[in-house]
């Protein structure tokens, strides 16, 4: 027996941190889906250190090629199906915003109108 450590398997490491980006990605996408965006956004702030840490040079150096591929592929899907649920849930948020708005609007001139004699009506 050897009293040095044995270097950490780096595919296995890559593996352990891929599975838990993909994870993270996965619950991303079910909150766009629900349109839980705040939940979404802190779920991305907890996975982005995880990724950025996932293909940086020296952990993905010692991967192979198509198994780098692969793996980001699979999280660009995600990515791109999550992106594009934001978008769609920003149009019905801006949709939704300028209903308001114009409800507002309405009310506000509802509220604060006032009657204004017609000068051709002068029998008022």
Do not use: C
């Not at 996408?29 to 840490?53: D, F, H, Q, T």
Request: glycine share 4%; net charge positive; aromatic share 4%.
């Amino acid at each position: 027996m050897s009293d040095t450590a044995s270097p950490p398997d780096t595919h296995a490491l890559f593996r352990q941190k891929f599975l838990l980006v993909l994870e993270k990605s996965q619950a991303m996408l079910v909150l766009a889906k629900e349109g839980e965006w705040r939940s979404l956004i802190a779920l991305e702030e907890e996975r982005r250190p995880i990724l950025e840490s996932l293909f940086n040079h020296s952990s993905s150096a010692a991967v192979d090629a198509g198994a780098l591929s692969v793996a980001i592929k699979q999280l660009m899907v995600i990515d791109q199906e999550i992106t594009a649920l934001s978008v769609a849930g920003r149009e019905v948020a801006v949709s939704e915003l300028r209903k308001l708005s114009k409800s507002r609007k309405a009310a506000s001139l509802y509220a604060g109108q006032q009657y204004i004699p017609n000068p051709k009506n002068r029998n008022l």
